[in-house]
């Protein structure tokens, strides 16, 4: 079974890091996408941006661009998603997600099959 974990979350002040983890087991097919998406209470689930299994091509939403950074490690199938200057309008539940489906790249929780528990980000002083 696919199966992904988030870590690396938890409570940093405005205009602090973070580095999120997620560690991606049981996929069988060559080509797919690890997406990361956030989501606050009473809000649609947002996506950040993704990373490509076959050439490490990243994809991000505009807002993102700059600050957010994903990454991985093929050797551990380990994907990152390096946070800086956070925001606390970055406060949220992260989640990492697998799209297998190929095809266009859409950054929308419809587009992906399986997802982790999330992992909360407060940024707050």
């Known amino acids: 079974q696919v199966q992904l974990v988030e870590s690396g979350g938890g409570l940093v002040q405005p205009g602090g890091s973070l580095n999120l983890s997620c560690a991606v087991s049981g996929v069988t097919e060559d080509f797919y996408r690890i997406g990361w998406f956030r989501q606050t209470p009473g809000e649609r689930r947002e996506g950040v941006g993704c990373i490509l299994s076959t050439d490490g091509d990243t994809y991000y939403r505009d807002s993102f661009k700059g600050r957010f950074t994903i990454s991985r490690d093929s050797a551990t199938n380990m994907v990152y998603l390096q946070m800086n200057d956070l925001k606390p309008d970055d406060t949220a539940v992260y989640y990492c997600?697998?799209?297998?489906?190929?095809?266009?790249?859409?950054?929308?929780?419809?587009?992906?099959?399986?997802w982790g528990q999330g992992i909360q980000v407060t940024v707050s002083s």
């Open positions: 997600a697998t799209d297998l489906s190929g095809g266009p790249i859409w950054l929308i929780p419809e587009r992906y099959q399986h």
